[in-house]
């Protein structure tokens, strides 16, 4: 009996590939931030089912093979078992020729779904199964392929691809003594490996429905949330286009508590600075023609009027000219302060001695005028602070007192410091102040009673300016014919 070795593939006859042409669909963006997101979402999404079905037929068509192979190395070992014990199972008698080992390894051998079965005896197919879903007879490219298959000294695992489908192919050959090749013997059994995969392609067609209709639901839902979650910049947007260089007062209403609504509260309080830099500026503009427009007109009609060939004339108009200028750089300096307010370098902080700064006050205020110039409290203390802006409002309030109050009446100033509240104060013996001007007198250009006539009435609003720059305020206690006390009011350590 002749001895049939391992089985084991010789090269070249491994001739199956696995090709995929995944769907590449080439999308372009319109200009509008929700279709570039539904764009983006469709295309992840795309992409990801792709990936997992491209992924899963892949491993399944893996696994088809390895399921084909090995059921075809299971007959192969067969066939091996069937030739080394030289009996026919079916009858018990020995097998003394290649064609009954060739009938008896077939009859052994029950074909299932997609498989074909065929024996050859030299070189012709002299025996078939009626059972075989596959007929291998009836495929003339695979018949003339079958003697190259058994013509091998070994079995052979392969793929052949005919015109019909592609093989997956088990060649036992049986080689008669002293035959040569030239009369190849033995048992062919394989699949139809497009049928084998086509069951389960069936299933991921199915998948590839699924998976579109997915993306159509995606794309619905997707661009009806964009919709939603973009409506507040819709909204920012229109309102941004319908705002104006007069009108800033429109602002965006703000629902719920999400980034949009913070970016929308955001943009809010950026147009509700621009609108209070816009009235600053408007303001700004009328204090500066409203207070420049009378000392312009004083020196423009004196120079008209002068007569250039009186030099007692001319040193008059001189005189009044440079007086006019002077009192007009006095208020582009108070303008000035008054603009920089809100800048950020407006203040800056340090620690300050609080008694050491009231005592440098009140030296300087001893020049203001002939009063009776006294310290009513000093107080002993460290705060952070400006010490240039502290004493120039400090001074200004002095000397709004030493303006309206008379030679010789009493001018007091003052310290101190209680809770951490630092309290900085100048009281006189003047004419007081009426209560229903105790607001108005810190606006800019406002004056109270009879003192319309003296000074440019932004003293008052410097001195506010720098009391709420540090966190403060000012305040005045005052009544008609009782004198008046400011009192300047500011945290011990001023925030920022």
Avoid at 141 to 159: C, F, K, N, W
Avoid at 436 to 443: G, M, N, Y
Avoid at 460 to 469: D, M, N, T, Y
């Amino acid at each position: 009996m002749r001895e049939l070795s391992s089985h084991a593939a010789p090269p070249g006859w491994e001739t199956e590939t696995v090709t995929s042409a995944p769907p590449s669909p080439a999308s372009r963006g319109r200009s509008t931030v929700r279709s570039t997101i539904l764009i983006a979402v469709l295309a992840l999404t795309a992409v990801a089912l792709a990936a997992a079905g491209i992924t899963a037929a892949i491993l399944q068509d893996i696994r088809v093979r390895e399921r084909v192979d090995a059921e075809l190395a299971t007959f192969v070992d067969g066939v091996r078992a069937l030739a080394e014990s030289g009996t026919d199972p079916r009858t018990g008698e020995a097998i003394t020729t290649d064609a009954q080992l060739v009938r008896a390894a077939m009859a052994q051998t029950i074909p299932s779904r997609n498989e074909g079965l065929v024996g050859v005896v030299n070189g012709k197919i002299e025996f078939t199964s009626s059972a075989a879903p596959v007929r291998f007879e009836d495929d003339p490219e695979l018949v003339t392929r079958l003697g190259e298959l058994l013509d091998q000294p070994t079995p052979t695992i392969a793929s052949v691809r005919t015109s019909t489908t592609t093989y997956r192919l088990a060649a036992v050959p049986v080689l008669v003594e002293g035959g040569g090749p030239a009369s190849p013997t033995g048992v062919v059994v394989g699949y139809d490996l497009t049928a084998e995969r086509g069951e389960f392609r069936e299933v991921f067609r199915t998948y590839a429905l699924i998976a579109a209709l997915s993306l159509i639901v995606v794309g619905l839902v997707g661009w009806l949330v964009a919709g939603r979650l973009l409506r507040p910049i819709r909204t920012l947007a229109e309102t941004a286009h319908n705002i104006g260089r007069d009108d800033l007062s429109e602002r965006i209403p703000v629902t719920g508590q999400d980034d949009l609504a913070r970016m929308t509260i955001a943009v809010n309080d950026m147009l509700e600075r621009l609108e209070q830099a816009f009235a600053d500026q408007r303001e700004l503009v009328g204090d500066v023609s409203h207070e420049l427009r009378t000392p312009l007109t004083v020196v423009r009609g004196n120079l008209e009027l002068m007569d250039p060939d009186d030099p007692e004339d001319v040193r008059a108009v001189r005189a009044l000219i440079l007086d006019e200028v002077s009192r007009m750089n006095r208020v582009v300096d108070d303008l000035t302060t008054l603009a920089t307010v809100e800048q950020p370098g407006f203040t800056r902080l340090a620690p300050v001695e609080v008694g050491l700064l009231t005592d440098e006050v009140f030296d300087k205020a001893l020049a203001l005028g002939p009063r009776q110039w006294t310290i009513a409290a000093r107080a002993e203390a460290t705060v952070t602070a400006d010490r240039e802006r502290l004493t120039q409002a400090w001074l200004q309030l002095a000397t709004n007192a030493v303006k309206f109050s008379e030679p010789g009446t009493r001018i007091e100033l003052g310290s101190s410091l209680s809770d951490g509240v630092l309290s900085l104060w100048v009281a006189d013996d003047g004419p007081g102040i009426d209560t229903a001007d105790h607001e108005r007198i810190f606006q800019r250009f406002e004056r109270a009673g009879d003192r319309s006539t003296q000074g440019s009435g932004l003293g008052l609003a410097i001195v506010r300016a720098i009391a709420e720059a540090h966190g403060g305020t000012v305040t005045v206690d005052s009544k008609l014919g009782f004198g008046a006390t400011f009192t300047i009011t500011l945290p011990k350590r001023v925030p920022g």
